[in-house]
């Protein structure tokens, strides 16, 4: 099982980056994928999380309005649209996944992460 996270980079206040996270390797399909974030000297946080059965999402509080997460299951891949991005969305962004529904839970297999830097 591999998750491959892609996308981040530097952005200006108020800019927008889309990340890119590649799931291989699941012989019936996670059943729910995950984005956290890590900033440095604070503890990892959950981002969005999507159900691949029906789609349901959730957004943490933070996020909620700004972001944006989707799916694709042509390409096996799952998308966080970032809008309005804030300084304190700098972090290292990972995407994780759930072999059953379960927001609450540990995931069960994490991603290697990509940077996401805003400043000014």
């Known amino acids: 099982v591999q998750l491959q996270a892609s996308g981040g980079g530097s952005v200006q206040p108020g800019g927008s980056l889309r990340l890119s996270c590649a799931i291989s390797?699941?012989?019936?399909?996670?059943?729910?994928i995950g984005w956290f974030r890590q900033a440095p000297g604070k503890e990892r946080e959950g981002v969005s999380y999507?159900?691949?059965?029906?789609?349901?999402?959730l957004y943490s509080n933070s996020v909620k309005g700004r972001f944006t997460i989707s799916r694709d299951k042509a390409k096996n891949t799952v998308y966080l649209q970032m809008n309005s991005l804030k300084l304190e969305d700098t972090a290292v962004y990972y995407c994780?996944?759930?072999?059953?529904?379960?927001?609450?839970?540990?995931?069960?297999?994490w991603g290697k992460g990509t940077q996401v830097t805003v400043s000014s």
């Open positions: 994780a996944a759930d072999l059953y529904y379960n927001p609450s839970g540990p995931m069960d297999y």
């Open positions: 390797g699941f012989t019936s399909g996670a059943h729910a």
């Open positions: 999507i159900s691949s059965s029906d789609g349901t999402t």
